[in-house]
DNA sequence: ATGAAAGCGCTAACAC
DNA sequence: GTGTTAGCGCTTTCAT
């Protein structure tokens, strides 16, 4: 009905209440003097701010407590692009984010800047539009977290080494994933095992491929470093890693690929030469993304609770706002290995 | 280094630049008296800014202007639910949305409650938090665009009925993506085709449906009301759908459902009693989404651009909060056919 | 060309 | 129990 009308102030309340605004706070807000109300009083500051459907003003309360209830989210990607929330990972993360802060009663707001240096970026962070900022997957050569955390800014962070910077943070256990594909091949009757990496500059690579070659060896097999192959975990670059695998003249009978895009591009590149998954090479992916079981043959990957990592990490960075103390140590949660068609026993040609 | 230490302010930049702070204001907003400050002055207030790496409070800045430079946004969903992040054409508009406010300098804040009413979550977009709310395929049923409205809240919106409340808004052209797909099948021989739309209550399933009638008409054929079935655009039900549809006595040879999701779910019902696709039933999707090309058969399907229609709604909404003024009628965007393997000449049998 | 002063809407000391 | 006062950091008239 009535257009543009301006949005009442805790004014109006205690005007319409009869009271002083700072009564009228008091009683909104429940603080300390909450009691020392009469109860007439508090009643009379509810029902006037019901009346007009008051709500507080978000930029005055954050100015005079310097708290906003907003936290920001920052993805680990550079500037200018915006692909990130198309990724089914960070749409995964994000919906734990969206979830644990809307539990809180907290607002997500993203920085649609993107990232590009510690001396140019971090100081935006400190606009006073969100209490903290949650950092998901940036890679190890930015100085995004050293360059926040140095300006003072509370933190969080999702998949990368935050350890030493003292940042609370939550991930996979890439450990535990890496071992229960190796154990899964293995157990087919592998023993010619490829692995293709993404970035190098993901925390994820430098870990998965430490714990390939960990479980590798535990398994009493020499890993070969002419199998190490790397991409970009977009799937870009995944053909030519495949073809520079199957053109050796020892070639693996299975791909370990450290992502389900990776996957995807091994899938789309074998089947174009008319290399028969799993007959020929079995294939593992990572994430279990929506369209690793819809793909043919359906892929065998290595689910995340992408949600869980995303709440966990969302609730530490509450925390961290409340002035709690987490251990360094990331959170790690439990993969599990989803067996489907692109593994198979190895064949004895 | 230094933790913890509180963001400089317009003082400690005046301060710096031994200025008053108004003068500093002045300088660094670029705003109207701009010229009136000497060359001296303006490059001491820029540079003492620079040393400090100042960036303004937010919310101060907003109180005292009563604009945010940020937007909120809301996507048409039930309180609680958070799947819209996972959701690929919500991904997709999402990504045109942080471009395009990116690029207008605006954060973007995800209102993470979810709408309840008009009365209980209208109020709530008065924060002062956003400029202005853009608001995402919502429900006919929900009350969300009129409470919006009602309050005077600047909007604009996608996919959806905002005309009648003169709010501007962005969609793809479904009657064409409508054509495209019926014309097709007509081309490859169908007559008996088969409609599946999503929840009653989506604009596109009134859209789609009209447009789906209209079209078999002008091609001459008289549209059969018993073809047409209904699901969940999440493909909840497609498959009861399909099973109805294909167990008729006089079945069709063709089936257009109203999204990838839900043909998605009839490849899946159709491969699991062994109907074949395309040979023996042509199946077309909508939206495009990354999975439509990596499933077996790939399907064919109407790509509408997600990414420009965010971002026009994004501008649209930028430029309402401007006072700018547009057309009600919605913005259309053109659809384009993505013929794959899912659809073939209708089988002589 | 620059500074002083008021106020955005709210919270939090402190008086009464 | 309740009201008064003084900011939070910034913008914006209005003087000078």
């Not at 050569?141 to 940042?167: F, K, M, Q, R, W």
């Not at 890439?174 to 692995?195: K, Y």
């Amino acid at each position: 009905m009535t257009s543009h009308n301006k949005p009442p102030t805790l004014q109006d309340v205690a005007r319409d209440a009869g009271v002083s605004c700072n009564t009228a706070s008091v009683v909104l807000n429940g603080s300390r003097s909450n009691t020392r109300v009469s109860e007439a009083t508090r009643e009379r500051v509810i029902r006037a701010a019901a009346n007009l459907s008051y709500v507080p003003n978000a930029m005055a309360r954050g100015l005079a407590q310097k708290r906003t209830q907003a936290i920001g989210i920052l993805f680990g990607v550079a500037a200018g692009s915006t692909d990130y929330v198309t990724n089914p990972y960070m749409t995964g993360i994000l919906q734990g984010v969206l979830e644990a802060a809307g539990d809180a009663g907290h607002c997500v707001t993203i920085y649609t800047q993107g990232w590009v240096s510690a001396k140019v970026s971090a100081p935006l962070f400190r606009d006073g539009r969100t209490d903290g900022v949650l950092v998901i997957a940036p890679p190890a050569t930015a100085d995004i977290l050293s360059g926040l955390s140095a300006l003072g800014i509370p933190l969080a962070a999702v998949a990368c080494e935050a350890e030493v910077l003292n940042i609370p943070s939550a991930d996979v256990d890439n450990r535990a994933g890496v071992e229960l594909v190796v154990r899964h091949l293995i157990h087919l009757g592998h023993s010619r095992i490829a692995l293709i990496t993404g970035e190098a500059d993901m925390s994820s690579t430098a870990l998965r491929t430490d714990a390939f070659t960990s479980a590798m060896r535990d398994a009493g097999l020499q890993p070969d470093r002419q199998l190490y192959a790397r991409c970009n975990y977009s799937g870009e670059g995944a053909e030519r890693a495949f073809l520079s695998l199957w053109n050796m003249q020892d070639r693996p009978t299975a791909i370990f690929a450290c992502n389900d895009a990776i996957a995807a591009g091994v899938a789309r590149a074998a089947r174009s030469i008319g290399a028969a998954i799993p007959d020929e090479l079995s294939l593992v992916g990572f994430d279990d993304v929506p369209t690793a079981s819809m793909v043919t043959p359906s892929l065998t990957t290595v689910r995340q609770p992408l949600q869980m990592i995303g709440a966990e990490a969302t609730q530490m960075l509450l925390g961290r706002i409340a002035g709690e103390v987490y251990p360094a140590t990331p959170r790690l949660f439990s993969p599990a290995l989803i067996v489907r068609e692109s593994t198979g026993k190895v064949c004895s040609r």
